[in-house]
């Protein structure tokens, strides 16, 4: 079998094979350990040099100021969107979310649950179907915090430039760019992120805080209490060891390539070829507004369901996989994170040029 295979998962999405062939290498004995890393405990030396070691490339990666912590959680990107306002909503207890599509509002009805918090929905893109992110948006109160997802990775959305929000704190979550984009860590209070799309396995999540934002006073459940994960450095019951190995060699990789800066650059010119040919379509047509594009994941479609199915099928059978669309967007979606190679993407135009030659 010598079809060659593109995986434009949106997540868990393709990794690095030099890092997925890596991790087969030294599965069985970690370090000559004569132990798989999978069998380690997280109480050993071990683990805490790699563990150590996966923190500083991350802080180095995102260029983290100091002032800011660092957490290697579980529980997905869904769970910060209760563990950060119990977190962060103490003072006015009143949070601000710009409704960007599907995953802000997911954020938007967990924090709903919170019942002693005030949640308002101060700008939305919905009049556009979510294809325009909300640039003007008028905060007429003080907040604890304004939440927007950076990068929409159903629509295809992405701030390249945070809105003005007057200088109130500002929580991102990053979950579809992370370490793709280069992201102003100094201009957000908190970012989270988990791994599965752009960093490794699902199962490790991402959490950047700025440390005077937190309430040291505060007493939370162990396991969505910030302070007291800060204090036992990640590891106040089993940390996911596994995908933080796996995300410490994606670390290192993208270290060797050169960056965030170069991964940027990179996505510029995968997604740019990519819009470029659905551009000049005269079947094919990305659904986000061009100024809001993002550099991760490109929804497309040709406006008919069945033609869609067909290209789908047909891309499918020449090795390029996982194209169809979110359940609730339809159509097609190509995500190319910082690991997908740009001859997939050289490949994928090709394939829609050969489609639509014969669809004219
Ligand atoms: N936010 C965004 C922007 C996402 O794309 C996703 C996952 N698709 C989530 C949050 C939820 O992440 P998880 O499945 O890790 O909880």
Redesign the pocket.
């Known amino acids: 079998n010598d079809l060659v295979v593109y995986n434009f998962s ?2 868990p999405a393709m990794m690095p094979p030099e890092v997925v062939a890596q991790i087969q290498k030294e599965l069985v004995s970690y370090k000559n350990s004569e132990m798989s890393v999978m069998e380690i405990s997280h109480r050993s030396e071990l683990y805490a040099e790699m563990f150590q070691e996966a923190k500083n490339d991350f802080r180095d990666l995102l260029a983290i100021p100091a002032g800011y912590k660092i957490l290697f959680l579980q ?5 910060q ?1 209760t563990t950060v306002p119990l977190n962060l909503a103490r003072k006015t207890k009143q949070i601000a979310f710009i409704d960007t599509g599907h ?1 802000s509002q ?2 938007i009805d967990d924090a709903h649950l919170l019942t002693d918090r005030k949640v308002d929905v101060v700008a939305t893109g919905k009049k556009s179907n979510y294809t325009t992110l909300p640039h003007d948006i008028k905060l007429e109160k003080e907040y604890d915090y304004v939440h927007l ?1 950076i ?4 629509e295809g959305t992405m701030y390249r430039k945070l809105p003005d929000l007057g200088g109130q704190t500002v929580v991102g ?1 990053i ?2 760019n992370i370490l793709g984009y280069q992201h102003d860590v100094s201009k957000y209070g908190l970012l989270y ?2 791994a ?2 752009n960093i490794g396995p ?1 199962g490790l ?1 991402l959490v950047v805080v700025k440390e005077d934002l937190l309430d040291q006073d505060q007493d939370l459940p162990s396991m969505l209490d910030y302070v007291k994960l800060i204090k036992e450095d990640s590891n106040l019951n089993t940390p996911p060891v596994f995908p933080i190995y796996a995300a410490g060699l994606v670390f290192k990789w993208l270290k060797q390539q050169g960056g965030v800066k170069q991964m940027q650059a990179q996505n510029e010119e995968k997604t740019g070829i990519l819009y470029d040919m659905l551009d000049n379509s005269k079947l094919f047509y990305a659904t986000a507004n061009q100024a809001d594009r993002s550099l991760t994941n490109v929804p497309f479609t040709t406006g008919d369901k069945t033609l869609d199915a067909k290209f789908i099928a047909q891309a499918d059978e020449m090795g390029l996989k996982n194209l169809k669309g979110h359940v609730l967007a339809g159509g097609m979606r190509a995500s190319m994170y910082n690991a997908f190679p740009l001859e997939g993407v050289k490949a994928l135009v090709q394939c829609l040029q050969k489609f639509e030659s014969a669809h004219k």
Request: net charge neutral; hydrophobic share 35%.
């Open positions: 949106a997540g529980g997905g990107a869904s769970l969107f995953w997911t954020a997802t990068n929409n990775t159903i979550d979950s579809s992120a988990s599965q799309k699902a999540t």
